[in-house]
């Protein structure tokens, strides 16, 4: 049975994959009668490539802004929770709204090339103008986490975002004076000058609202981070306004083709391919910059080898136990929360702005992974900083594993369009990808009540959870199908085996969209 599933999940991403390789070709190849199809040929090129490369960018630009606040030195004698009070109020916040509106603006690139299939090489420098401002933004975060009462931090971050928006606006000025440039489907629309205006407004709202913010940083700069704040939210909130609009006013009218593109809908689709891109970046890079801290911190000083440890390596290395220690759970829990994603995705054949904005919440959490590893080695043993230390660890690790059980719970609102038949309510794979899901958050949760309860061996349990949560991925399958069998034996103790008669008589054909009677018990 497993076997034939796992064929079948092949099968269904061959065709997915021969898919978008034909839709490559047709947006590659002239179309007979496409506006100057004979001017494609010449100077203009896939943006494959391009994309990929803005993909990887902004991905490290996203991440590396963990690290001024990883990198905050904290004295022994320090209480960690008024350090983390502190740090809440300045890097960490920072460093999370940066995190969003930097993948607000990946999420604006993505929307933009969605329109833009084509390019030459006046929107490839175009683009290459807008990475290097995105570039940018990790100094200005510096700036604001530094000083966040002085406003030049504000300003520069601000007029770096503006001017991003001012690009952005070019780019689409330019594909749309040059039709061949644009997806087949404006091409051929009556609406295109309709399509023009209605792409601006929407570009244009990110820059005027950082204008307002700037303004605001004059009289009032608390307001001035509310704005920016906004600007994560700001199509939610636009949905929420024309909906309240509508009610009120009745709906207003709209052209038929406007829904497909720059919408406000929240299922709105996105690039599944991009997304991945981006999401596979953040977890690379978080798990090459743990290793940059081992490089950094724990190669000793040829001095102290010799003076303190009589020349011996080895002694001198063994002092540094704890912290490769963390490293290895680090990069192990890295690594599987990557898997996790991976696991999802791989039935995922939509991805919609939803789900898009909860995947950006989770590697916003994955990105604070750095900082869990330097807490749970930087203090004493048995001290309360280390009990602090791994508790903030534990949710770091549960909120970024419980935005990844949003994001299936968000697609399986929409699972005819969004999720393979076989993780759907009542699929085969169902209750296995429900518990895969739900390992990191359950485990994350119960090691950080235990360590409550017995917080003198707070360090060693959450090792013990680190290394242990790859032992249980292995066996999980196993448990998922013994957790049935004692549902069947709790709730169902006469009723039919999954192969046997259903109701009425008539037998149940697991191929039937891949879906099986039981598993709808643990959802």
């Not at 929307?111 to 995105?134: E, G, K, S, T, W």
């Not at 798990?287 to 001095?303: M, Q, R, S």
């Not at 002694?315 to 680090?330: I, K, M, N, Q, T």
Request: charged fraction near 15%; include cysteine.
């Amino acid at each position: 049975m497993g076997d034939t599933a796992d064929c079948e999940i092949i099968e269904h991403h061959v065709d997915e994959e021969m898919e978008k390789e034909a839709a490559r070709s047709r947006a590659a190849s002239p179309r007979p009668g496409s506006v100057a199809a004979a001017e494609r040929e010449g100077g203009t090129q896939s943006s494959h490539r391009l994309l990929a490369y803005s993909d990887a960018l902004i991905s490290i630009i996203a991440t590396v802004m963990i690290l001024p606040v990883a990198h905050t030195k904290m004295g022994h004698d320090e209480e960690l929770r008024e350090s983390l009070q502190l740090l809440l109020t300045t890097k960490i916040a920072v460093y999370l709204m940066t995190f969003l509106i930097v993948t607000v603006a990946w999420a604006a690139h993505i929307r933009l090339f969605q329109v833009i299939v084509r390019i030459d090489d006046c929107l490839a420098l175009l683009n290459l103008a807008c990475m290097m401002l995105i570039t940018f933004l990790p100094y200005t975060f510096s700036l604001m986490a530094t000083f966040p009462e002085n406003v030049l931090g504000i300003l520069l971050f601000c007029g770096c975002v503006m001017v991003i928006g001012v690009i952005q606006a070019a780019i689409v000025l330019y594909a749309f004076s040059r039709p061949f440039l644009l997806s087949e489907q404006i091409q051929i629309s009556e609406n295109r000058t309709f399509y023009k205006h209605h792409i601006l407004k929407v570009i244009m709202r990110v820059p005027i609202m950082c204008f307002l913010a700037s303004v605001f940083s004059f009289i009032f700069f608390q307001l001035s981070y509310a704005l920016l704040a906004v600007v994560i939210f700001l199509p939610y909130i636009s949905r929420s306004l024309k909906w309240c609009r509508s009610k009120a006013f009745g709906a207003a009218p709209e052209s038929p083709d406007s829904a497909p593109f720059y919408s406000p809908l929240t299922d709105e689709p996105l690039s599944k391919e991009r997304v991945e891109a981006f999401s596979d970046g953040v977890y690379a890079i978080v798990a090459t910059l743990l290793i940059l801290d081992i490089c950094e911190d724990n190669v000793p000083d040829p001095a102290a080898v010799r003076e303190r440890f009589g020349g011996s390596l080895t002694a001198a290395l063994r002092a540094y136990g704890p912290e490769y220690l963390a490293y290895f759970g680090s990069f192990a829990t890295v690594g599987l929360l990557w898997f996790v994603h991976h696991s999802l995705f791989l039935h995922v054949t939509r991805t919609t702005r939803l789900m898009g904005l909860l995947n950006t919440f989770s590697l916003a959490f994955v990105g604070g992974l750095p900082l869990a590893y330097q807490l749970t080695h930087a203090f004493p043993p048995d001290s309360r900083n280390e009990l602090e230390a791994v508790q903030v660890s534990c949710v770091i690790v549960f909120f970024a594993g419980v935005f990844q059980l949003a994001i299936w719970v968000a697609a399986l609102h929409g699972e005819r369009e969004s999720l393979h038949p076989h993780v759907r309510y009542g699929g085969r794979e169902h209750a296995f990808m429900l518990a895969k899901l739900s390992l990191y958050p359950c485990v994350a949760l119960g090691t950080f009540f235990l360590t409550c309860a017995l917080s003198r061996f707070s360090a060693a349990i959450f090792h013990l959870m680190e290394m242990a949560v790859p032992l249980a991925f292995l066996l999980l399958r196993l448990l998922v199908r013994v957790g049935l069998a004692l549902l069947r034996l709790l709730f169902c103790p006469g009723g039919p085996e999954p192969r046997g008669a259903g109701e009425g008589g008539e037998r149940w054909e697991e191929g039937e969209e891949g879906r099986a009677p039981y598993d709808t018990l643990v959802t």
